[in-house]
């Protein structure tokens, strides 16, 4: 049975539906598709309620973070970087010290002010929790879209052109690829770290935040660009491109709008894992001292600063790390549905 | 074949050259990165960073300072810039310790990998696959430093049950050695224990579905057969790329952060002291020698497959 895609009715009935959704358990033989290949991710996507649920996850501590201001203005009512070494705080009816004499801070008091503690200057650790996960979230999802911005041009113009272009572009990603992501995010976020970045126009001081989003999306980028090369590498071959050639279009109007709309679901695959392991960078590069810097808090500075006093407050490096995960595993979930839903053979795949 | 081999080498040094290009270039050519002035700190005066640009030879031309840095990586005359000590008799210090650690690890996440891969992927869709693919993606999302102290702290200072870090050499005392590893080797697996087994076990499931799987079941083979000998070994080939790439990473000081938070002392950890105190002699040197180790075992490993499987030569 022969159904042109465009004639078909966008209404189905209720067989016809019931049939679609057995659609993914069809391994051989040909399957009519009456809807497009987005609708039906998009159905089964939706009938993933893990990873959706993983979904929900995640965007209740985006929410958390950012009503970070609320928390800091109305309960907490203090700051994230305000310093308070010799106050106290009454907790149950009784004044304590915020932090004791010989230095150990509170520990959680689970009412409004220092309701997780304090750390060793007297800062609320609460609301540098939720002002440290604006900055990861920030970093993390800006980094994951400079990396696909990048990685998609440079694929792009690899797979399409060939030749020179692509020799240039795929032998400059061998070298990237070709470091520890680890080692090269150090290594540029210490150059980087200790005069800033002053190119052209361009002049970020040293502390700035643009400087780790900028590096992150940096060493990521092969692994996106290298899937794309490829996929557009066998697109090129394909008839649509042949025919928009036959039409007279030129190069750039093929790779916008030929090419481009079929590397969509690639993309979408590989955003969520992208924004999960660069919020997970981050924190490294922060834990060595290459990434957020001081008064800047993110999760990995926090946990930085009270590793070394682990035995005496243990919460201190559990709380940040705990939201790190939750977030993370939010994404990764999320992400491994999207994959299943949109492209189960995707061959993105990312580290940390 | 050995045209094969001959071009690969050639590309290995070709990448060899551009990596360290690129790290002279990221210490060297960022604007605003003038290595004197970062060498002689915050609050230096004019007179004592011309003296450090002079004596490290920061005053003559890029190229010149590239030869005679790549001069004294390969001689191994190489000083630290702040600690004046030998970069690359530091570096062989660490590297019995991280090459314990990187063997250690690598053979636990593999034999782990495919444990877990092939149990799931025999399993795919029922309980217990959902229930480890959350476990896989649990571990792909905790950050290793944080996994670390949290297991130094519990197992290690709260319940004593191993040893808080550190490291004992194998000449020492075997038992040691390997006790004060299990922490280091289990806290650097589980990432890789993660993303192996779900590469594996897609891949046994993609498998499965090939026409030689159907043979080897017609021709009667056991069904225990026809997993172990033709679907996994088939299965296993982009995890042995993974594999060879991951292990020379972590070789070549890409553990920073477990090595850091279980105090191993390696190459990994000589990074991160050599970041925080800016020493970019020693950082230009350590990563080219973790980049070494990628481009060396990513050599061997296509090199391996040209032998095993000569279709792969001719691309």
């Given at each position: 049975m022969a159904v042109d895609p465009r004639n078909a009715s966008t209404e189905l009935s209720t067989d016809a539906l019931a049939e679609l959704a057995h659609e993914e358990e069809f391994v051989h033989g040909t399957v009519v598709r009456a809807q497009g290949p987005w609708r039906i991710a998009a159905r089964r996507l939706?009938?993933?309620?893990?990873?959706?649920?993983?979904?929900?996850?995640?965007?209740?501590?985006?929410?958390?973070?950012?009503?970070?201001?609320?928390?800091?203005?109305?309960?907490?009512?203090r700051g994230p970087k305000d310093n308070n070494e010799v106050g106290t705080v009454t907790v149950d009816g009784k004044k304590k010290n915020v932090v004791s004499p010989d230095g150990v801070p509170i520990g959680p008091t689970w009412q409004g002010q220092y309701f997780l503690g304090a750390d060793g200057n007297g800062r609320d650790t609460a609301v540098r929790l939720l002002y440290g996960g604006r900055n990861s979230l920030l970093i993390g999802i800006s980094a994951a879209l400079i990396t696909a911005l990048l990685s998609v041009v440079l694929g792009i113009l690899s797979g399409f052109f060939g030749g020179v272009t692509d020799s240039v572009i795929s032998r400059s990603m061998d070298v990237v690829w070709a470091f520890p992501v680890i080692l090269l995010g150090v290594a540029l976020g210490t150059a980087l770290g200790v005069n800033g970045l002053k190119l052209g126009p361009i002049t970020l001081a040293e502390d700035s935040k643009l400087i780790p989003v900028l590096i992150i999306g940096f060493v990521y980028v092969p692994y996106l660009a290298r899937p794309i090369r490829g996929q557009v590498m066998a697109l090129r071959q394909k008839e649509f491109v042949e025919a928009a050639e036959a039409q007279g279009a030129g190069?750039?109007?093929?790779?916008?709008?030929?090419?481009?709309?079929?590397?969509?679901?690639?993309?979408?695959?590989?955003?969520?894992?992208?924004?999960?392991?660069?919020?997970?960078?981050?924190a490294a590069l922060s834990f060595v001292g290459a990434g957020v810097r001081a008064p800047e808090t993110s999760w990995g500075t926090m946990i930085a600063e009270v590793i070394e006093t682990i035995t005496s407050a243990p919460h201190q490096t559990i709380v940040p790390g705990l939201m790190l995960v939750i977030t993370v595993l939010g994404l990764n979930v999320f992400g491994d549905g999207v994959r299943d839903a949109f492209d189960p053979r995707a061959k993105i795949r990312v580290e940390h | 074949m050995a045209r094969f081999i001959i071009r690969r080498a050639i590309a290995m040094v070709l990448v060899l050259f551009a990596i360290s290009v690129l790290t002279f270039g990221?210490?060297?050519?960022?604007?605003?990165?003038?290595?004197?002035?970062?060498?002689a700190g915050r609050n230096a005066t004019n007179e004592q960073i011309a003296a450090i640009r002079k004596d490290f030879g920061f005053d003559k031309s890029k190229p010149t300072q590239y030869v005679t840095l790549m001069g004294k990586v390969f001689d191994g005359s190489l000083i630290s810039y702040t600690t004046r000590l030998n970069v690359l008799d530091e570096i062989i210090k660490g590297l019995p310790r991280t090459f314990a650690l990187a063997v250690g690890a690598a053979l636990l996440w593999m034999f782990m990998a495919v444990v877990l891969g092939l149990y799931t992927a025999l399993r795919a869709g029922q309980f217990s696959d959902r229930f480890l693919t959350v476990l896989a993606l649990i571990g792909i999302s905790m950050p290793v430093f944080w996994v670390g102290a949290l297991m130094n702290y519990f197992l290690g200072f709260k319940w004593g049950i191993f040893p808080n870090g550190g490291y004992v050499p194998f000449a020492e005392s075997p038992w040691q050695w390997f006790y004060h590893l299990i922490m280091p080797w289990t806290a650097l697996s589980l990432l890789f224990i993660g993303v192996y087994s779900r590469v594996l076990r897609s891949n046994v499931l993609d498998t499965m579905n090939d026409d030689f799987v159907r043979t080897a079941r017609a021709k009667g083979l056991s069904e225990r057969q026809v997993i172990l000998r033709h679907v996994l070994r088939n299965s296993m080939i982009p995890i042995i790329t993974l594999w060879g790439l991951d292990f020379g990473a972590v070789l070549g000081g890409g553990a920073i952060l477990t090595e850091?938070?279980?105090?191993?002392?390696?190459?990994?950890?000589?990074?991160?002291?050599s970041v925080q105190s800016l020493d970019q002699a020693a950082l230009v040197m350590i990563t080219l020698f973790g980049a070494f180790f990628i481009v060396f075992l990513n050599t061997i490993v296509d090199i391996v497959y040209a032998a095993l499987d000569p279709r792969i030569r001719l691309t």
């Amino acid at each position: 049975m022969a159904v042109d895609p465009r004639n078909a009715s966008t209404e189905l009935s209720t067989d016809a539906l019931a049939e679609l959704a057995h659609e993914e358990e069809f391994v051989h033989g040909t399957v009519v598709r009456a809807q497009g290949p987005w609708r039906i991710a998009a159905r089964r996507l939706r009938r993933n309620k893990v990873a959706l649920g993983f979904l929900g996850l995640f965007f209740v501590v985006v929410a958390i973070c950012l009503a970070a201001p609320v928390w800091a203005d109305n309960v907490a009512k203090r700051g994230p970087k305000d310093n308070n070494e010799v106050g106290t705080v009454t907790v149950d009816g009784k004044k304590k010290n915020v932090v004791s004499p010989d230095g150990v801070p509170i520990g959680p008091t689970w009412q409004g002010q220092y309701f997780l503690g304090a750390d060793g200057n007297g800062r609320d650790t609460a609301v540098r929790l939720l002002y440290g996960g604006r900055n990861s979230l920030l970093i993390g999802i800006s980094a994951a879209l400079i990396t696909a911005l990048l990685s998609v041009v440079l694929g792009i113009l690899s797979g399409f052109f060939g030749g020179v272009t692509d020799s240039v572009i795929s032998r400059s990603m061998d070298v990237v690829w070709a470091f520890p992501v680890i080692l090269l995010g150090v290594a540029l976020g210490t150059a980087l770290g200790v005069n800033g970045l002053k190119l052209g126009p361009i002049t970020l001081a040293e502390d700035s935040k643009l400087i780790p989003v900028l590096i992150i999306g940096f060493v990521y980028v092969p692994y996106l660009a290298r899937p794309i090369r490829g996929q557009v590498m066998a697109l090129r071959q394909k008839e649509f491109v042949e025919a928009a050639e036959a039409q007279g279009a030129g190069p750039w109007r093929i790779m916008f709008s030929e090419v481009l709309p079929n590397l969509t679901s690639t993309i979408i695959v590989f955003l969520p894992l992208a924004v999960a392991n660069a919020i997970l960078l981050e924190a490294a590069l922060s834990f060595v001292g290459a990434g957020v810097r001081a008064p800047e808090t993110s999760w990995g500075t926090m946990i930085a600063e009270v590793i070394e006093t682990i035995t005496s407050a243990p919460h201190q490096t559990i709380v940040p790390g705990l939201m790190l995960v939750i977030t993370v595993l939010g994404l990764n979930v999320f992400g491994d549905g999207v994959r299943d839903a949109f492209d189960p053979r995707a061959k993105i795949r990312v580290e940390h | 074949m050995a045209r094969f081999i001959i071009r690969r080498a050639i590309a290995m040094v070709l990448v060899l050259f551009a990596i360290s290009v690129l790290t002279f270039g990221i210490f060297n050519l960022i604007p605003g990165g003038d290595p004197a002035v970062r060498l002689a700190g915050r609050n230096a005066t004019n007179e004592q960073i011309a003296a450090i640009r002079k004596d490290f030879g920061f005053d003559k031309s890029k190229p010149t300072q590239y030869v005679t840095l790549m001069g004294k990586v390969f001689d191994g005359s190489l000083i630290s810039y702040t600690t004046r000590l030998n970069v690359l008799d530091e570096i062989i210090k660490g590297l019995p310790r991280t090459f314990a650690l990187a063997v250690g690890a690598a053979l636990l996440w593999m034999f782990m990998a495919v444990v877990l891969g092939l149990y799931t992927a025999l399993r795919a869709g029922q309980f217990s696959d959902r229930f480890l693919t959350v476990l896989a993606l649990i571990g792909i999302s905790m950050p290793v430093f944080w996994v670390g102290a949290l297991m130094n702290y519990f197992l290690g200072f709260k319940w004593g049950i191993f040893p808080n870090g550190g490291y004992v050499p194998f000449a020492e005392s075997p038992w040691q050695w390997f006790y004060h590893l299990i922490m280091p080797w289990t806290a650097l697996s589980l990432l890789f224990i993660g993303v192996y087994s779900r590469v594996l076990r897609s891949n046994v499931l993609d498998t499965m579905n090939d026409d030689f799987v159907r043979t080897a079941r017609a021709k009667g083979l056991s069904e225990r057969q026809v997993i172990l000998r033709h679907v996994l070994r088939n299965s296993m080939i982009p995890i042995i790329t993974l594999w060879g790439l991951d292990f020379g990473a972590v070789l070549g000081g890409g553990a920073i952060l477990t090595e850091t938070v279980f105090d191993l002392q390696g190459v990994g950890q000589y990074a991160r002291e050599s970041v925080q105190s800016l020493d970019q002699a020693a950082l230009v040197m350590i990563t080219l020698f973790g980049a070494f180790f990628i481009v060396f075992l990513n050599t061997i490993v296509d090199i391996v497959y040209a032998a095993l499987d000569p279709r792969i030569r001719l691309t």
